[in-house]
């Protein structure tokens, strides 16, 4: 396996990973399927909840491609290639035994991991070779990752989990905490992560006062809004609000113009900012004379949220779930 060759002196981890690909190339590859657990796939149906699998070592479980990912004993040195695998990490696991990290991680201003990585100064996991470098006996990718950059690593005999990370419901988050902690042995962890999390989401869902209307909520990212199908309705929706993009009859997260805005005209619009540029965003939406005119505008109800709030796709969600009340109903 190319973890011990790269041990070794006397040869490059660039010509080894070359190697490898023409291997891959040359004979193709193909994964145990019996005696797996069952994990996360978002389709056009949605994930499967994660249903469990036997508690002993070696342990496989199906990621995103349907690949039987085995993983012989718990994982000690785990690299993550993207910002919300992160976050999963780094809250299942020690933070020394991250190894590897998106960009994202070491943003100040963006990252939630800011403070572990500064700590640990794990490498950042932007392509084959580096993550190589850190010997590590569990990769995790997002669903989105470059096919080759998957590939490669999957064929140095690297476990390589890709995970589906574009999330549509608050619940496809709580199972994805679940699998992953099976997947990396921190069970206790993910238990204690799980409870949380759906204790946010119980509290959220309970949080609209007795008799209030459902506030009616736009969220925005620059010209971009977010409709059905999003996580951003699940968590609007679950805190009682009614999501205007979705009620305009948006799918997914697509482009809208100051017009159409206008002609929902909802009663609060939602922002996200880096911390400390706040103002500056809120600002540069009240710059459109057609937003300018919504009741949101005029009743002074353009929300920014701090990006780490507002951003995660992740057990951090839960800030966002606990935030998003307090705003609207003030509890």
Same mark, same amino acid.
């Given at each position: ?156 005999? #690297?476990?390589?989990?890709? !995970? ?5 419901? =608050?619940? $496809?988050? @709580?199972?994805?905490? %679940?699998? *992953? ?99 500056? #965003?809120?600002?540069?939406? !009240? ?5 300018? =005119?919504? $009741?949101? @505008?005029?009743?002074? %109800?353009? *929300? ?28």
């Amino acid at each position: 396996m190319i973890r011990s060759w790269l041990a070794q002196a006397g040869r490059a981890p660039l010509a080894l990973l070359a190697s490898a690909l023409l291997m891959l190339a040359l004979i193709g590859w193909l994964a145990p399927t019996a005696g797996v657990a069952k994990a996360n796939r978002i389709d056009n149906d949605g994930p499967p909840p994660f249903e469990g699998g036997p508690d002993t070592w070696p342990r496989t479980l199906k990621d995103f491609d349907d690949f039987a990912v085995r993983i012989e004993q718990p994982p000690q040195r785990v690299v993550s290639q993207y910002w919300s695998i992160d976050e999963f990490l780094y809250t299942l696991l020690p933070p020394e035994d991250v190894v590897g990290v998106s960009e994202t991680a070491y943003l100040p201003g963006v990252s939630n991991v800011l403070n572990e990585v500064e700590r640990f100064k794990p490498v950042v996991a932007s392509d084959p070779e580096r993550v190589m470098r850190t010997l590590p006996d569990l990769v995790v990718v997002a669903s989105s990752a470059r096919a080759d950059y998957t590939a490669l690593l999957r064929s140095t005999g #690297v476990p390589v989990y890709r !995970l589906a990370t574009t999330f549509t419901t =608050l619940h $496809q988050i @709580a199972d994805t905490i %679940r699998a *992953l902690g099976y997947l990396t042995g921190s069970e206790d962890e993910a238990h204690r992560a799980h409870s949380a999390f759906l204790s946010a989401v119980d509290h959220a869902r309970r949080s609209r006062p007795p008799g209030m209307p459902p506030p009616r909520v736009l969220g925005l990212g620059g010209t971009f809004s977010y409709g059905s199908k999003t996580l951003f309705h699940d968590i609007v929706t679950t805190v009682g609000a009614t999501n205007v993009g979705a009620e305009g009859g948006l799918e997914g997260y697509r482009p809208v113009n100051s017009e159409q805005i206008l002609r929902w005209n909802p009663e609060w619009i939602l922002l996200s900012a880096e911390q400390g540029k706040e103002q500056q #965003v809120r600002q540069r939406v !009240l710059d459109d004379p057609a937003i300018a =005119l919504t $009741q949101a @505008a005029q009743q002074g %109800r353009i *929300l920014v949220f701090d990006s780490r709030v507002f951003m995660p796709m992740s057990p951090y969600t839960r800030h966002f779930l606990e935030a998003l009340p307090r705003e609207l109903y003030g509890n």
